[in-house]
């Protein structure tokens, strides 16, 4: 039988193969976080709308857009949710188990003193923090992460 299998997919070279694995695979939606810091050591958190009311503060993240390269996601949604610029450094984790999102983290550095604007559709609030003291109302994966990555 794997036989008969192998030789049928050498049939289908070309767009009919991608096309079998596009509709036999999950597709995924790739959410990336960034751990952005300042020249201080100190993490930038943000007060999320959208996320649970008890939860609310967290990371910088959003989703990657088609074709985007993963460090370029956190400098746009630094940009996006609070006018500062980022330069994304080392690739910190991928994790997968989500129902149809693969999450990443990035770490990256804060450029210049550029004051925050807020981006208020998605964003209550931005504030920077030390990382040992860190608010209440915390996503305890955002957690994890700071304290995996604290420089000092």
């Known amino acids: 039988m794997k036989r008969l299998v192998a030789r049928l997919w050498r049939l289908f070279r070309g767009p009919l193969q991608w096309r079998i694995l596009w509709f036999a695979h999950a597709k995924f ?3 990336v976080t960034g751990v952005v810091r300042n020249e201080a050591g100190q993490v930038l ?3 999320h709308r959208m996320w649970p009311p008890e939860r609310p503060w967290g990371l910088p993240t959003g989703y990657a857009v088609k074709g985007e390269e993963f460090p370029l996601t956190v400098a ?3 940009k996006e949710e609070t006018g500062l610029d980022v330069v994304p450094g080392r690739l910190l984790t991928v994790t997968s188990g989500y129902r ?3 999450e990443v ?3 990256a550095l804060c450029t210049g003193d550029d004051p925050l604007k807020i981006d ?3 964003i209550l609030e931005a504030q920077w923090f030390d990382p040992d003291s860190l608010p209440e109302g915390m996503q305890d994966s955002h957690r ?3 304290k995996n990555t604290d420089p000092s």
């Open 29 to 31: 939606m790739v959410g």
């Open 76 to 78: 746009r949604e630094v």
């Open 100 to 102: 149809l999102r693969v």
């Open 120 to 122: 208020t559709f998605e």
């Open 105 to 107: 983290a990035y770490e």
């Open 144 to 146: 994890q992460l700071i």
């Open 45 to 47: 958190l943000l007060k």
